[in-house]
């Protein structure tokens, strides 16, 4: 904890240590473990895990020269191309996709499909529509000039054998999974999903479905913490809310680090007396990072418990997302193997003041207007870290750097929602 500059803007008003963004999630990143452990899975469940090596192509696709239309497949010769005056050539053959036609004789035309192998002898493909049938269907007429080797799809079209079609790192998409499948893989190597444990501090909250005591209020932290590491493909094990004393706080951290990868938690990582977690994981294992110079969720706190490394949010709910969202989730995609594990700023204009400059760097709620060019991004009435309906309404946030002002149609770096929750 030496590595903190002390600067009195955090709190606003006391003088406090606190770490910048940029330098938070250097140490955040440069300190992620990428999971060494692997595992062969079939296409079917690859969706959205990460790929463990590089996929090799071993054919080359197509695999044959074959047509791109439904039409008929001509032997142009050399006087022939591009040459207009019209040519009848006689159909002989007919070859549906999935067999191979015979050799094309000189002058005939076979009928083809699309996806059919181009047959020996022949070397361009009319679509049918602009193909005449004459002489009792037995015969095709064009009177437009062809070109040489139009409609057909060359061999290694698409992919060459030996070209790395994957790349190791990549989360797999269902486009990456039907590229797989169109070299004939069946199964590819992952990295094995990463193990979160969590729990939640506050003797205030209670569980949704039970009646409300007085000054309590609904665990909410719960549900969009084990929601987003779902929507990471992280493996979750949830201790729920245990009691806010610092005993219970250490049994619940002991009761995880073994088994997981990453323990997060949400609440109790300010500076009051009730707040545990900062001294516990001071207790049990080790504090690298504490406090940021951001709002909302400046108490962010970072460690390890030996292997397990322990991301700390703070407790109002909309700053729990926000430091999920630009701390936890780069984190536990380099975790997973994630080549690209930071998130992508774009660039939107701003469709409102900001008059007064602020100490932290603050990510706050927007939604963008589509209607009119360029985009612009409309501020939520009302920012404060409580307010959970901000990031409902909010399409995503945009960056507000620290001891600045932004003017009306400024162009400000702008993160969007379903971008970082995916
Ligand atoms: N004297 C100071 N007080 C506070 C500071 C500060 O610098 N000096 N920082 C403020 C900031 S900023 C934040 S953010 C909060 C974070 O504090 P904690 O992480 O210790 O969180 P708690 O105190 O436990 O709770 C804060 C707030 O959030 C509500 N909460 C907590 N857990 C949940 C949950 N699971 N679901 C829904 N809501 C939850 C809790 O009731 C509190 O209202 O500290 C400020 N204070
Ligand atoms: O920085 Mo705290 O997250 O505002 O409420």
Redesign the pocket.
Known sequence: MDNQEVDCG??DT?P?PLLSIDEALEILTSSAKVTNSTQLIELDNTLNRMLAIDIHANISVPSFDNSAMDGYVINLKENQINTSGGFTFKINDRIPAGSIGDTLASGCAARIFTGAPIPKGANTVLMQEECELIENKSKIEVYRPISLGENIRPIGNDIQSGDVILPKGKQLQPQDIALAASVGINKLKVFHKIKVGVF???D??AKPGDTLQQGQ??????YSLVALLNKLGCEVINLG?IK?TFNATCDALEALKSDCDLIIT???????E??Y?KSAIEELGQLNLW?IKI?????FAFGNLGHCAFI??????V??IVTFLLFARPFIKKMQGATHYLNTAFKTQANFDWHKPKPRREFVRVRLDHATFPTKANLYPKQG??VLSSMVWADGLIEIPEKTTVKRGEVLNFYPLNEMLS
């Open positions: 955090g709190c006391i406090q939640f501090t506050g205030e909250l209020i609904f665990n909410s932290n719960r809310n806010d949400t609440g109790g990582v300010s500076v009051g009730e707040d977690i406090r709002k909302p969720g400046k108490p700390g949010l703070p407790g109002n709910p700053s729990a870290s409580d």
